[in-house]
């Protein structure tokens, strides 16, 4: 079994930034991609990043590319989601996920199998 523990989330002005860590406990990642969802209140769970399992690949929602950066630190079992220039419509509950696959994250909820908890992110104007 896998345990993800997202952590770093808060409340920041439009503008501010946030880092975004996800622990994990149990297994190791490193054979994994991994990936960043969020969901607001109301909304369905979206698709924010992913990055391949040694970290050399990865994709990025739209919406969050050029301000948002995902990387992991495999020795520390630890992912990363670096965000700046946010915005009010960043405000969601983010999640880490572990991915089906290795060297593509996939882009859909249904391409990960553990989850964790989420962390609530909420910009204000």
């Known amino acids: 079994q896998v345990q993800l523990v997202e952590s770093g989330g808060g409340l920041v002005q439009a503008g501010g930034s946030l880092r975004l860590s996800c622990a994990a406990s149990?297994?190791?990642?490193?054979?994994?991609?991994m990936g960043w969802f969020r969901q607001a209140a109301g909304e369905e769970r979206e698709f924010v990043a992913n990055i391949n399992n040694r970290g050399g690949f990865t994709s990025y929602a739209d919406s969050v590319k050029g301000r948002f950066t995902i990387s992991r630190d495999n020795a520390k079992n630890t992912v990363y989601l670096q965000m700046n220039s946010l915005k009010p419509e960043d405000t969601a509950v983010y999640y880490c996920?572990?991915?089906?696959?290795?060297?593509?994250?996939?882009?859909?909820?249904?391409?990960?199998?553990?989850w964790g908890q989420g962390t609530q992110v909420t910009v204000s104007s």
């Open positions: 996920a572990r991915s089906k696959y290795s060297t593509v994250g996939g882009l859909h909820t249904h391409d990960y199998d553990y």
């Open positions: 149990g297994r190791t990642l490193s054979d994994y991609a």
